[in-house]
């Protein structure tokens, strides 16, 4: 029951003012009184405080992977949210690569930054953004998948290609599951790591071959890192052993990787080894050059990658790959407002739409009526173009398309989320404030 107190008879507009403040009242406690009453008895209550002092729960296991729950949340990671009372902000969300979700609720779309909080310190970063909604809302989060670490192996083995590892994989994990063979030279086994400029070189025949009596060199069997390249060369069969060179813009060029003398080596499987292309690649140029052979061999290594074996040749001793750079004309740079901003590649006609959806589309709150493309003819800084557009108009038709050119750079700045609606907490205290200034 909610009780007013007036001193005196006020005139009729006050009157009703004092009213509304009642009805308001009345509405704002029976909604209150609702969200109790439905709120799941499993759910903690909004006035409970969750002890961070408790001790860090175990993993739990979800398919084959064991997620720990207590993990710094990082890009990539999927998390799953619930929050009590509201199905439209409950869901499984994708942390994108600046380390925020985006929350959608009252039709408002906000990025919500998560990246390097644990699950406990994100329930209370998402619970203070909906605040602005919801009056103490309860959130709890979890880790529902990782990204998961990956290795490539290749050369004198049984199941080259890539498999998955954790913190604590082996060289010898990884040998076993690739299954070497008799031909197999462990006595150099070659590691390409990402953040290393020269190969690591590895004798797994001293660590799983040591002589009796004699200490295990476990230093010939190293942790392995997300994303090395192992490289598992044959034995020196007479006749049947040469190298392949592979240059230009891959991660890690190699001048002289062994071939196998069991199933031939592919494009695909030595730029592999490599580390792959480069953003920089020009992927539609590969160049091959053979020993005998007068002209280049091109090839496509997107078609390549697809296992088209026009493209995916085997290759030969003494091949040398060269992976082309691209021209500095022949891709458009896409800033600022887009969900994948960065270097499309211009390898045939395409309008401005046609970009925009490769970049996955417009960023939430880009300035998307504000666009300017940025164009440089015959490569002459002194007759640059300034094109405007709207994203809008050209959707809706009121614009034309536009046609982009070779070394176009799009721009799109990035706006801030706009401020919610008050809700009915917000009234009653604007009208509150209203009776206290008319008071008498």
Known sequence: MVHLSVRRVAPGWKR?????????AGVCAGSVARAQATTPPDEVKPEAKQDRGQPVRPPISVGDDVIDQSQAIKPEFTLSIAVAGEPD?????????????????AGVIAPISLKDKTPLLAQDAVAAYLKTYIKNPVVKIGILEVPRQSVFIGGS??????????????????????????????SQVMIV?????????????????????????????????????????????????????????????IAAVPLRTTAPMTVREAINLAGGALPTADRKRVSIRRAGVDRQLIIDLDRAETGDLINNIELKADDTIYVEKLETNAY?????GFVKPGKLVYDKKMTL??????????????????????????????????????????????????????????NVGLGSAPRPRPGIFDVLGAVGSLGYLFRF
């Open 16 to 24: 009703a003012a004092a009213l509304a403040v009642v009805i308001l």
């Open 89 to 105: 902000a409950t869901g499984n969300y994708r942390v994108d690569a600046a380390g925020n979700i985006s929350m959608r609720y």
């Open 157 to 186: 083995v049984k199941n080259p290609g890539v498999i998955y590892i954790n913190t604590d994989t082996t060289l010898l994990d990884v040998i076993t599951r690739a299954e070497y063979t008799e031909a197999s030279d462990l």
């Open 193 to 253: 790591r990402k953040d290393l400029t020269n190969p690591i070189y590895v004798n797994f025949e001293r660590f799983i071959r040591s002589r009796r009596g004699e200490k295990v060199d476990d230093s010939q069997n190293p942790l392995l890192h997300d994303k090395d390249r192992i490289w598992v060369t044959s034995l020196h069969v007479p006749g049947a052993i040469g190298t392949i060179s592979i240059f230009g813009e891959v991660v890690h060029p």
């Open 332 to 336: 458009v740079n896409l800033n600022g």
């Open 353 to 410: 739409t046609q970009a925009i959806a490769e970049a996955g589309g417009m960023a939430p709150y880009a300035r998307d009526k504000e666009g300017t493309i940025i164009r440089h003819p015959d490569n002459d800084p002194g007759h640059t173009r300034t094109i405007s557009f709207s994203y809008p108009d050209i959707l809706k038709g009121k614009a034309q398309d536009i046609e982009l050119m070779p070394g176009d750079a799009v």
